[in-house]
């Protein structure tokens, strides 16, 4: 957002006393816009993908459909990039331009990978360490890249952004407050993860629909209309909770509790092979998956993890739905 030469003739006669962050800030800008225009380019090549799997590709094998592990893998790569373009490109910009938002957005995406990263992280690394191929000599060489991605390096960077030097240089550059700060840190991170179990779900209606439901794998129809409405849900706590509605805090509280309680009651019931054969998946990538050491083991300690962090995330931002508060209405 512009501001009037009066402004600037003032933000100019004030003595700084901080550190002008600019140039860093530009050159993290710089990459950032590099990662989004990269991902750009990668999307229309990631489809290209489709057409090494079907009839007559390099890599056709039968069963290759919608519905299949592949198609699945290949869609949501697809999505993942254009995801990272929306992302990176506006936030890249924003960071050239030292408009505020930008630093309020990177803070929100540095704590959600904080949050999220810990579940994520514990659960990559146990695939890794289970699997046969695995070696101690890549397991140690692997163990410091780890720690450096999670949660090292979000960590400094948590640290660079909430820093006094680079808040006044956003605020020098762009004085008006942006309407992503109206919304606490806390709650807006939550909104994230929220958004996050959105694109998991809707990633399950690729694979026969497979939802959880108390003890009962729904597929096909009836498990896509169930994933339909959970993702309805989702959106209607989000907008709710970044408005800070007390009911939107409640709701998101019973309705992750029952998910909870549904995942933990029917992950208990099946292993990763019943799982998989819930999903349909064609005969030949069923074959790849009969190698795993854990192929027999049931899945509740694992699938149970995020949705616990998420529960503990929310009790975290309770002191921000009290019914005395006032809503914030982002313009």
């Known amino acids: ?11 100019e006669q004030e003595a700084p006393g901080y550190a002008d962050r600019s140039r860093i800030l530009r050159v993290i800008g710089g990459a950032i816009l590099l990662l989004g225009i990269t991902a750009a380019f990668l ?15 390099r890599f056709h094998y039968e069963g290759f459909r919608f519905g299949s592990f ?13 995801a990272i373009a929306a992302v990176c490109i506006p936030l890249g910009y924003a960071h050239l331009r030292l408009q505020r ?12 990978w904080m949050v999220a990263g810990l579940p994520l992280t514990a659960i990559l690394y146990l695939m890794f360490l289970t699997s046969k191929a695995t070696s101690v000599a890549e397991v140690v060489l692997t163990l410091p890249l780890t ?4 949660p090292v390096l979000p960590w400094l960077l948590i640290r660079f952004y909430q820093g006094h030097a680079v808040q006044q240089t956003f605020a020098r550059s762009d004085p008006v407050p942006a309407w992503l700060e109206r919304i606490p840190l806390r709650v807006r991170v939550v909104c994230i993860i929220l958004m996050l179990y959105i694109v998991a779900l809707y990633s399950l209606v690729l694979v026969n629909g497979v939802f959880p439901w108390f003890g009962v794998m729904l ?7 169930a994933l339909d409405a959970a993702t309805l849900v989702l959106a209607g706590l989000i907008w709710g909770l970044a408005r800070q509605y007390a009911p939107a805090w409640w709701l998101a509280l019973i309705d992750f509790g029952l998910l909870t309680l549904s995942t933990l009651i029917t992950f208990s019931r099946y292993t990763y092979r019943e799982m998989l054969e819930a ?7 069923m074959e790849w998956f009969q190698d ?25 931002i309770r002191p921000y739905f009290s019914d005395a508060r006032v809503p914030a209405h982002p313009a």
């Not at 999903?279 to 990538?285: F, G, K, N, R, V």
């Open 43 to 57: 999307g229309p090549l990631e489809v290209q993908a489709f057409y090494l799997f079907i009839e007559g590709g």
């Open 1 to 11: 957002m512009s501001t009037s030469p009066q402004i600037h003739t003032l933000l």
């Open 70 to 82: 592949v198609f699945a893998y290949i869609a949501a790569q697809t999505v993942g990039y254009y």
């Open 292 to 316: 795993i050491p854990f192929i027999d083991w049931y899945p509740a300690p694992v699938v149970i993890g995020p949705l616990l962090v998420t529960l503990a995330c929310l009790l975290v």
């Open 279 to 285: 999903m349909a998946l064609p005969p030949h990538e």
């Open 219 to 225: 597929t096909g129809t009836t498990g896509i209309l």
């Open 101 to 112: 938002w930008a630093g309020a957005a990177m803070l929100t995406l540095l704590w959600f």
């Open 147 to 150: 720690v450096v991605l999670y």
